[in-house]
């Protein structure tokens, strides 16, 4: 902009996209240089100009990649392209004359992370690849391939996890079908693998990120380091050779496509609408302790003059959940959408999803971890002590039961049925080879009689008189859900492997959560009326989530088809709540006291074992 403005063009930022393209390509193409003599710059242009020159200097040899975050257009790769260029004829002036100076460039890789740009991916990379020079560039620079990153932390801090997955999973089909037609190898960059990617997107080539604190934990160590190495190897081999089955029917598109609209709709309903959420966040969670503490590579927030969610980068947002153990945003609006399908007549597609899509299952087996990794008990706490205002803490208790809720949704009919026969088979033979005693004295008899008439009374009292009851009945229960099941949702959960991935991812994650531990933060760190009740429904949605996804899965309980990680995860939660218990008084402490330095350092001590023990931060 600083440069279109000077040489009298008019503002760049005020352009069109197709006015954007045609003087960047021009420039491209071009041999004069792009700064003028002379120019004027701002302490930012200048900040910018000197790192390209850095970047020209070391070369891709020491850099690699050039990661542009928030990547909403094609003009946005061709304007690094372009800065690149320029540097480095700034640094070797004699690459002005060369057919290719731009064989020096750090590869660019766009990176897509909200949910429209998820959405936009594949038109970007498709406009981009039918630009010639870009084309050119592709094939000669760097060997006709071309990276993409994948944003899964911002995603779902934007839309929720669900209607992340389903936004990255259709992304990625798109991008493979553009990299084929325009005969392009493509290297997806990103955090997740296997067997829950789309066909044909992991062809031999593939790139992580892994988190900071866990590089050590996986790497530290020769033996493990080579497990490491063992597992993402194999991963690449399997999906390459034998790439995991689409979905098998156009229906289980579209109830994906549906659970993403509901569970979005509903996540940004608290996290974006509920008026008492960003005090209530502020309160129950050590989010704001965490952006003064030197924990990060970079700061908590992309401006320091906003503190709303939007500013909040993803990391922080999701490390401040997990420390009050209510892991709010891997989970919220899970439930709704799970409930939503099932009171549709879906519940046996998404079991069907389940058992054959493996990013479904994928997805909703790392949601079951997450709720097996849940407390409410621990989120209250932090409640309790940090929460004054009777809103926030209204929320809270919200939240918690939703908690509950999402992890109820879990369990699955058929399960319940079969465990169902297996009681009444096993009470008629017991009733056939020793029949129960008749009662001894005609007392028993009047007794039993009496507790009858009263127990009747009272209880027809409430269902029948009480006028609430019909509506609460219908609230409370899954009344609904259960008279309208059909055979879709068990369909897409056997059925699809994307979808039984996603169930089981978010499986996965509802086992690491903890309403008990959320509700303690909220108990002692919030105080206002609106923040405890709207923790108190995140609560609720929690359980509400727990449900829905065991219904679809068919567990029994979380992590029922993953024994060993729900044993290690029984193990380790009995030594993170103390250690919760401690945070939350510290976060009291330190809030009536910030510049206490002995408290900093507890509270990072804190941070430390939580994560440590919870294995996930961001």
Not at 201 to 215: H, K, L
Not at 279 to 295: D, M, Q, R, S, V
Not at 302 to 321: E, V
Request: net charge neutral; glycine share 6%.
């Amino acid at each position: 902009d600083a440069v279109t403005t000077y040489l009298g063009y008019g503002s760049y930022l005020e352009w069109d996209e197709d006015k954007r393209i045609e003087w960047l390509i021009n420039e491209l193409q071009g041999r004069r240089p792009l700064i003028p003599p002379g120019m004027p710059m701002s302490p930012e242009v200048r900040e910018v100009l000197d790192t390209a020159r850095v970047v020209a200097q070391l070369g891709p040899g020491s850099l690699g990649a050039y990661v542009i975050s928030m990547t909403k257009a094609a003009s946005d790769v061709l304007a690094v392209e372009l800065l690149q260029r320029e540097a480095i004829v700034q640094v070797s002036p004699e690459e002005r004359w060369e057919s290719n100076p731009g064989r020096r460039t750090l590869r660019v890789v766009p990176l897509f992370e909200t949910l429209e740009d998820l959405d936009a991916g594949g038109p970007i990379m498709r406009r981009l690849l039918a630009l010639p020079w870009y084309r050119q560039h592709v094939r000669h620079a760097h060997g006709n391939h071309q990276e993409v990153m994948l944003g899964y932390s911002d995603s779902g801090k934007d839309a929720g996890r669900l209607a992340a997955n389903w936004a990255l999973y259709r992304c990625q089909e798109e991008l493979v079908a553009v990299m084929r037609e325009a005969e392009v190898t493509l290297t997806l960059f990103h955090g997740r693998g296997g067997t829950s990617q789309p066909p044909g997107s992991v062809e031999g080539s593939f790139r992580i990120t892994e988190q900071g604190e866990m590089v050590q934990a996986k790497f530290g160590i020769s033996a493990v380091a080579q497990y490491q190495l063992e597992i993402y190897t194999t991963a690449v081999l399997l999906a390459s050779v034998k790439p995991p089955s689409p979905p098998k029917h156009q229906c289980w598109r579209d109830v994906m496509t549906r659970l993403g609209e509901v569970s979005c709709e509903a996540y940004r309903a608290v996290v974006y609408k509920d008026p008492a959420f960003i005090t209530y966040f502020k309160h129950a969670t050590p989010e704001a302790e965490l952006g003064n503490l030197n924990i990060g590579s970079r700061p908590a927030r992309r401006r320091a003059d906003n503190a709303g969610i939007n500013t909040l980068r993803a990391i922080p947002w999701q490390f401040a959940w997990t420390q009050t153990r209510l892991i709010l945003p891997s989970w919220l609006g899970i439930g709704d959408a799970l409930f939503k399908a099932i009171e549709e007549g879906h519940l046996p597609e998404l079991q069907a999803m389940y058992r054959e899509w493996p990013f479904f299952a994928a997805t909703i087996d790392l949601i079951e971890m997450i709720l097996a990794k849940s407390d409410a008990r621990i989120a209250a706490l932090y409640e309790d002590v940090l929460v004054s205002d009777p809103e926030e803490q209204q929320l809270g208790q919200r939240l918690r039961v939703k908690l509950l809720e999402t992890c109820r949704a879990k369990f699955g009919i058929s399960a319940v049925a079969q465990y169902q026969l297996e009681i009444y088979t096993t009470a008629v033979l017991l009733a056939s080879v020793k029949p129960p005693s008749p009662p001894k004295h005609q007392c028993w008899r009047d007794v039993m009689t009496r507790l009858g008439e009263v127990s009747c009374e009272a209880y027809r009292a409430v269902v029948y008189k009480d006028p609430a009851f019909i509506t609460y009945f219908k609230h409370a229960t899954p009344e609904a859900e259960l008279g309208n099941l059909n055979i879709e949702l068990q369909a897409m959960y056997r059925e699809w492997p994307f979808f039984a991935a996603t169930i089981d991812l978010i499986e996965m994650i509802l086992a690491k959560s903890d309403a008990r531990i959320a509700a303690l933060y909220e108990d002692v760190l919030v105080s206002d009326p609106e923040e405890l009740q709207l923790g108190q429904r995140l609560r609720v949605k929690l359980l509400e989530t727990c449900r829905a996804v065991l219904l679809v899965s068919g567990h029994k309980m979380l992590l029922e088809h993953n024994p060993t990680l729900r044993k290690l995860i029984q193990m380790r939660n009995p030594y993170i709540d103390p250690i919760n218990i401690m945070q939350v008084e510290v976060l009291r402490r330190l809030r009536q006291d910030p510049n206490n330095i002995k408290l900093r350092d507890a509270l990072l001590v804190s941070i430390n074992g939580i994560a440590a023990g919870m294995r996930n931060t961001g």
